[in-house]
């Protein structure tokens, strides 16, 4: 996907203006002279002087602890609450929804508080859409998960300070105006056609698929593939180790212990994106058993999770090769010359 001579430059445009100031900080980096930021691997562009000059400040200290988490929430009210008032017209629900994932895809360039704000306002749309009514105890789960994850988040910051940059986000490299339109356009395909499959399939889980598609495709094509294929392996492992703990009973205990066990282990994986996958798989699978209080449900759940995985992954593969064939033919082409 990464087809185009140049990219388009955050601090020039109105929506980078906007939304440049919500990233993490970039402490000591320069914009351009960071190869990440700047294509390394590609020649001398990366050493261009055009490129070498330092990150725009906006007037304001940036990436505080609280923006990413509260981009997020703020996201996930405003999904739940057009949920609830469009849940009865449903041409305008799968309007909306192609829309704002439409707007996630789109704003992958931008950086991730924009990116997640869209993209899981538009899966809480979705949930909450499906749900047959809402208790006043769902509003108080929602409110007190913000307030665990901005309270860690908060005391995390003020015990070990700010979190540094680890690096570019996707999208960071080259696209023009018509990459990303395309991007955009196979992303928000992917996930309206997965939620449909699994609202006509009368799935457990109707929002998984969608969800899957989410998490799998990014603005690379290259990198998209690799996720695909790493995320069915993770997905294989985690629904075996879901098994096999569930198998030595249903105790409260275990699970949570479990679930903390792999919070706790996944932000160290995040570069190995199969063990990534498979420990949010084992996260989501243990927290709905715990939730459902219902032995019986779970290896239909572990079933569905495999199927979810294996029809998002599909979807996600003939979307990005139907809308960047040049691309993941040379890739293939490649592919098939190193296995000579």
């Given at each position: 996907?990464?087809?185009?001579?140049?990219?388009?430059?955050?601090?020039?445009?109105?929506?980078?203006?906007?939304?440049?100031?919500?990233?993490?900080?970039?402490?000591?980096?320069?914009?351009?002279?960071?190869?990440?930021?700047?294509?390394?691997?590609?020649?001398?562009?990366?050493?261009?002087?055009?490129?070498?000059?330092?990150?725009?400040?906006?007037?304001?200290?940036?990436?505080?602890?609280?923006?990413?988490?509260?981009?997020?929430?703020?996201?996930?009210?405003?999904?739940?609450?057009?949920?609830?008032?469009?849940?009865?017209f449903e041409a305008i629900f799968w309007i909306a929804f192609?829309?704002?994932?439409?707007?996630?895809?789109?704003?992958?360039?931008?950086?991730?508080?924009?990116?997640?704000?869209?993209?899981?306002?538009?899966?809480?749309?979705?949930?909450?859409?499906?749900?047959?009514?809402?208790?006043?105890?769902?509003?108080?789960?929602?409110?007190?998960?913000?307030?665990?994850s901005l309270a860690s988040r908060s005391a995390d910051h003020?015990?070990?300070?700010?979190?540094?940059?680890?690096?570019?986000?996707?999208?960071?490299?080259?696209?023009?105006?018509?990459?990303?339109?395309?991007?955009?356009?196979?992303?928000?395909?992917?996930?309206?056609?997965?939620?449909?499959?699994?609202?006509?399939?009368?799935?457990?889980?109707?929002?998984?698929?969608?969800?899957?598609?989410?998490?799998?495709?990014?603005?690379?094509?290259?990198?998209?593939?690799?996720?695909?294929?790493?995320?069915?392996?993770?997905?294989?492992?985690?629904?075996?180790?879901?098994?096999?703990?569930?198998?030595?009973?249903?105790?409260?205990?275990?699970?949570?212990?479990?679930?903390?066990?792999?919070?706790?282990?996944?932000?160290?994986?995040?570069?190995?994106?199969?063990?990534?996958?498979?420990?949010?798989?084992?996260?989501?699978?243990?927290?709905?058993?715990?939730?459902?209080?219902?032995?019986?449900?779970?290896?239909?759940?572990?079933?569905?999770?495999?199927?979810?995985?294996?029809?998002?992954?599909?979807?996600?593969?003939?979307?990005?090769?139907?809308?960047?064939?040049?691309?993941?033919?040379?890739?293939?082409?490649?592919?098939?010359?190193?296995?000579?």
């Amino acid at each position: 996907m990464n087809d185009a001579p140049m990219r388009a430059d955050p601090s020039t445009s109105r929506v980078g203006r906007i939304w440049l100031d919500l990233e993490p900080p970039v402490p000591h980096q320069y914009w351009g002279a960071d190869p990440y930021r700047c294509g390394a691997g590609r020649g001398p562009r990366s050493l261009d002087r055009r490129h070498y000059r330092p990150a725009p400040v906006l007037g304001r200290p940036r990436g505080s602890a609280s923006e990413a988490p509260s981009l997020v929430a703020a996201g996930i009210a405003v999904g739940g609450l057009l949920g609830i008032w469009l849940k009865s017209f449903e041409a305008i629900f799968w309007i909306a929804f192609f829309l704002a994932v439409f707007a996630a895809g789109f704003l992958n360039q931008v950086g991730k508080g924009p990116h997640f704000s869209l993209r899981f306002g538009a899966i809480s749309f979705a949930v909450v859409a499906g749900l047959p009514a809402i208790e006043t105890l769902d509003y108080v789960y929602w409110g007190l998960a913000v307030m665990i994850s901005l309270a860690s988040r908060s005391a995390d910051h003020f015990i070990n300070g700010p979190l540094h940059f680890a690096g570019p986000w996707f999208g960071a490299d080259s696209f023009d105006r018509w990459g990303w339109v395309r991007f955009s356009l196979a992303y928000a395909l992917a996930a309206t056609i997965g939620l449909w499959i699994g609202i006509e399939s009368a799935s457990i889980r109707a929002v998984w698929i969608s969800a899957i598609t989410l998490v799998l495709m990014v603005p690379d094509v290259r990198v998209t593939y690799s996720r695909v294929f790493g995320g069915m392996i993770g997905t294989v492992l985690a629904v075996g180790v879901v098994w096999l703990i569930t198998s030595l009973g249903q105790s409260t205990v275990l699970f949570c212990a479990a679930i903390f066990l792999a919070a706790f282990l996944l932000p160290s994986q995040i570069t190995r994106f199969w063990i990534f996958s498979g420990m949010i798989a084992v996260i989501v699978l243990l927290a709905w058993d715990l939730a459902s209080a219902d032995p019986a449900l779970e290896p239909a759940l572990l079933w569905e999770r495999l199927a979810d995985m294996l029809v998002g992954a599909m979807l996600v593969l003939v979307l990005t090769a139907l809308v960047f064939p040049d691309v993941t033919k040379s890739l293939l082409v490649a592919r098939l010359r190193k296995a000579e």
